[in-house]
């Protein structure tokens, strides 16, 4: 009599979200539990948007992304079916997975994030769980780290927690909003990366001796980020975004063999971010695991960024 009361369907919306004290190294890899606290701001509308449904007489799940069947030998699908396992027992039976990204693939937006947080909150309202935040960004974490974080807007701080069992390691919102955060996604190149990020942070923790420096650098970041969000001190934010950013691809190029996500356009585009600072545009630059770069700023920068950036997409976090 504990079964829960299964609906047809559900639907839910994640946003994508870039971290301004970045997620690198794990202390468990089978439950996505990392080294470091990390912190992050969601970016409001763009996201993922899944839909889940039970299939009558079906002896396999099916997944769809932005339109199209998904593979059933590709990883994607064996990560979505996984997932779906998690919660598979409350209610045995295959089911359709409709995943819509609004942020286009290749635009270095971490679409796993958004994607696997839509899919928690599906199954959570599907199943009929019920699940708080703290459960939805758990269940989360298990799919893809990054997406415990896309469970809520705003800014949002991953704890690293120190259990064993990872029921301690979930994200949390932070209360301040900052209407006037603008960041800017420059899309350099749409090349596919060779090293996931899965397997480009576990040769960081094997290989780079630098690597032993990175917990104390996340943990200074994230206390000034916190003291930047609160007085809205958007040049501590964004130096120290930018710093930390810096410093994680410093890891990864200190592995063995050296990992690093950089082309030559994103040494072009930095040169330039460094080169409207020094003429006094307060613009700051973050890269992930890909060559992709992106700036912050705030809205009273937009037309100086969008003379030097014509190509930049430029999104609103706080809507
Ligand atoms: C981040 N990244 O904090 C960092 C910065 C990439 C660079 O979180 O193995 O896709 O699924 O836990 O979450 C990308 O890592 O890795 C990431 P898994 P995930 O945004």
Request: glycine share 8%; aromatic share 8%; hydrophobic share 45%.
């Amino acid at each position: 009599d504990c079964v829960p009361a299964p609906v047809a369907s559900f639907e839910a919306f994640a946003p994508v979200n870039i971290a301004l004290c970045k997620y690198w190294g794990k202390r468990n890899a089978a439950l996505n539990l990392p080294v470091n606290d990390s912190l992050s701001v969601s970016l409001g509308n763009k996201g993922s948007t899944t839909r889940v449904a039970f299939l009558s007489d079906a002896q396999a799940d099916e997944v769809y992304l932005n339109g199209s069947a998904v593979n059933r030998d590709s990883g994607f699908y064996k990560k979505v079916v996984a997932h779906i396992d998690l919660f598979r027992g409350l209610v045995p039976g295959c089911l359709r997975v409709d995943t819509v990204n609004d942020v286009a693939t290749g635009a270095g937006l971490a679409s796993s994030a958004s994607g696997f947080a839509a899919l928690t909150k599906a199954l959570s309202g599907l199943y009929g769980l019920g699940l708080g935040d703290e459960q939805l960004s758990v269940l989360a974490r298990l799919g893809s780290g990054s997406a415990c974080r896309s469970v809520y807007d705003g800014f949002v701080r991953w704890h690293k927690g120190v259990r064993a069992d990872g029921m301690d390691s979930f994200a949390k919102p932070l209360p301040e909003s900052w209407p006037e955060l603008r960041v800017g996604v420059l899309t350099l190149t749409g090349e596919e990366k060779k090293t996931g990020s899965r397997e480009g942070m576990q040769r960081t923790v094997d290989s780079a001796l630098l690597y032993g420096s990175w917990p104390e650098q996340a943990e200074r970041d994230i206390a000034r980020l916190e003291h930047a969000i609160v007085q809205r001190d958007f040049t501590l934010l964004g130096a120290t975004a930018e710093q930390n950013a810096m410093a994680m691809h410093a890891t990864m190029l200190a592995s063995w063999p050296p990992l690093l996500y950089w082309q030559p356009e994103s040494v072009v585009a930095l040169q330039k971010v460094w080169q409207l600072r020094e003429e006094g545009v307060p613009v700051y630059a973050t890269m992930d695991a890909g060559p992709n770069v992106k700036l912050l700023f705030e809205a009273n920068s937009t037309d100086d960024l969008a003379q030097v950036f014509p190509e930049m997409d430029i999104i609103v976090p706080f809507l």
